[in-house]
């Protein structure tokens, strides 16, 4: 993407969000006093890593600020957060600010969103702020739950050092019947054997989505580049079509459902500076599939070949995810 400086397209990206539908209403405040440790050790995202002994921490602030005065490196955060039974049918996002320069964050054990990437192949994302969603099946409501955050930090200062913290319920005026929000497997370089539904793809890297792909592995990364994602369709699903929304797209795409090339936007052409792109960048990605494109009672593969011809790469907004075609329409007639 040549438009616009990186950083600035992430504060553009942000400040989009409610414009693009969701909607925050905070529930729980999570500043304060959370349990904090330098040093790595993964034992310390499980529910039941016993933590007694650690310092205690304000979040947001830096670690230099609070007696940890000069050190980089790793550490970690853990905080007990009680969720009320009421919020079952409600979509929970947890907000953690701003954290410098990378972190993994597990709610009871399991990662459910990272920004930037740790050595050996470092690369900051201190200037992103850091919005997880919380998968329903995680969460044990009326108990505690256990939020843990892995940090590192390069050089001077260092931690979950400021911008909001807390649990909020998320509310989209148009939520897919398929959501296909959260992590894909991500690998760059191009083969077109990559879109095979059989392929095994457990060595892919794992990356949120959407969001740009310069967030998580270090670089400024140009060129190709795949997702793929297994999703379940419901037996129900017979004999209906759907819509397929991948949000925004930097910059080109070409789509494949079970091995087979559904959709595209732009052209992508053996030679780079014969690519198509035409402002791609920008444009909401809606793809009609046939009925015949998903398999109703099974788990269907999605791949996404994607092109980034400069700057922020990636699926990088927007809604992701299938809508009954009935149910799209009537949206955008009643819009």
Request: charged share 25%; glycine share 10%; proline share 3%.
């Amino acid at each position: 993407m040549r438009k616009l400086p990186y950083i600035l397209a992430c504060m553009l990206i942000s400040l989009s969000t409610s414009a693009m539908g969701n909607k925050y209403e905070k529930i729980i405040d999570l500043s304060g006093k959370w349990s904090f440790m330098i040093g790595d050790d993964m034992q310390r995202a499980l529910t039941e890593y016993k933590d007694t002994d650690w310092e205690q921490l304000m979040v947001p602030s830096t670690w230099e600020n609070q007696g940890f005065h000069g050190y980089d490196g790793y550490a970690w955060y853990r905080k007990k957060v009680v969720i009320s039974s009421n919020y079952k049918d409600a979509s929970l996002t947890l907000f953690l600010g701003y954290i410098d320069d990378v972190d993994e964050t597990y709610f009871n054990g399991v990662r459910i969103g990272r920004k930037g990437s740790f050595p050996p192949n470092f690369s900051t994302a201190y200037s992103t702020e850091r919005r997880y969603n919380i998968p329903p099946e995680l969460i044990r409501y009326d108990k505690a739950n256990v939020i843990a955050v892995r940090v590192y930090d390069s050089m001077m200062d260092g931690g979950i050092i400021n911008g909001t913290v807390g649990l909020y319920t998320r509310h989209r005026d148009f939520a897919p019947d398929i959501d296909l929000e959260g992590e894909w497997k991500f690998k760059t370089g191009d083969n077109l054997a990559w879109a095979e539904s059989k392929l095994v793809d457990d060595d892919w890297e794992s990356i949120p989505v959407p969001g740009y792909w310069e967030d998580n592995f270090a670089g400024d990364y140009d060129g190709f580049a795949w997702y793929r994602k297994d999703f379940t369709v419901a037996k129900q699903a017979a004999g209906k079509r759907y819509v397929l929304s991948l949000g925004k797209i930097d910059d080109i795409d070409e789509v494949y459902i079970n091995g087979k090339c559904v959709a595209s936007t732009g052209k992508i052409n053996s030679r780079s500076y014969q690519m198509q792109m035409d402002g791609s960048y920008n444009k909401e990605r809606y793809y009609y599939l046939n009925e015949e494109d998903l398999i109703p009672g099974r788990v269907n593969t999605i791949a996404v070949r994607v092109y980034d011809g400069g700057g922020g790469g990636g699926i990088y907004s927007g809604s992701i995810g299938l809508y009954e075609l009935k149910r799209f329409v009537s949206h955008w007639r009643k819009k």
